[in-house]
Nanobody, 125 residues
Framework: QVQLVESGGGLVQPGGSLRLSCAAS????????MGWFRQAGGKEREFVSG????????DYADSVKGRFTISRDNFANTVYLQMNSLKPEDTAVYYC??????????????????WGQGTQVTVSS
């Protein structure tokens, strides 16, 4: 069992930055693929970024490439999402998620086994 708790959301102006954190419980964090998803009002939850257990393989949605950076600290049981050059369309609830190791990083919500409660990110002037 893995419990995930996100933090770091808030209100930021367009062009600003935020860093989200996701703290995981359990001694097996380092064996899980970690992902970030987001869900805007009235829309489906969508993949933002994912990172494999070692941190050596990373994937991003096209909409955030070059602006967002995912990283993980397996000693601290934490995964991060650094978000730069934020746009109003990045406004959403951001969720951290985990799935057991597979051949690739999951891109669909159904592939993930554990979810956090979400943290709100609002980009507005």
């Amino acid at each position: 069992q893995v419990q995930l708790v996100e933090s770091g959301g808030g209100l930021v102006q367009p062009g600003g930055s935020l860093r989200l954190s996701c703290a995981a419980s359990g001694r097996t964090f380092s064996s899980y693929v970690m992902g970030w998803f987001r869900q805007a009002g009235g829309k489906e939850r969508e993949f933002v970024s994912g990172i494999n257990p070692s941190g050596g393989y990373i994937d991003y949605a096209d909409s955030v490439k070059g602006r967002f950076t995912i990283s993980r600290d397996n000693f601290a049981n934490t995964v991060y999402l650094q978000m730069n050059s934020l746009k109003p369309e990045d406004t959403a609830v951001y969720y951290c998620a985990a799935h057991r190791p597979r051949l690739r990083i999951g891109l669909q919500t159904r592939e993930y086994d554990y979810w956090g409660q979400g943290t709100q990110v609002t980009v507005s002037s």
